[in-house]
């Protein structure tokens, strides 16, 4: 059996040391369970959210604010 070999979302590179590799998130999938995101461990604090999810999230709350 062969090791997964990850990639970092922020700078598209393999992330050969399994030590190295960082979960950030794990994203759902419309049609099955997801997947996992990673990113090398200096890269972590550096992945930002999704700015769709963000733009979509703020529309609701703004809509549920003024409902209110």
Do not use: F, K, Q
């Not at 062969?2 to 590179?13: I, L, S």
């Not at 794990?26 to 733009?55: C, F, K």
């Amino acid at each position: 059996m062969t090791a997964e070999v990850h990639v970092c979302r922020y700078c598209d590179e393999p992330i050969p040391d399994p030590d190295d590799a960082v979960l950030v998130v794990h994203e759902g999938g419309n049609s099955g369970p997801g997947w996992n995101v990673w990113a090398h461990r200096a890269h972590a604090d550096l992945i930002e959210p999704d700015p769709a999810s963000t733009r979509i999230l703020a529309r609701v709350l703004i809509t549920r604010a003024l409902r209110s």
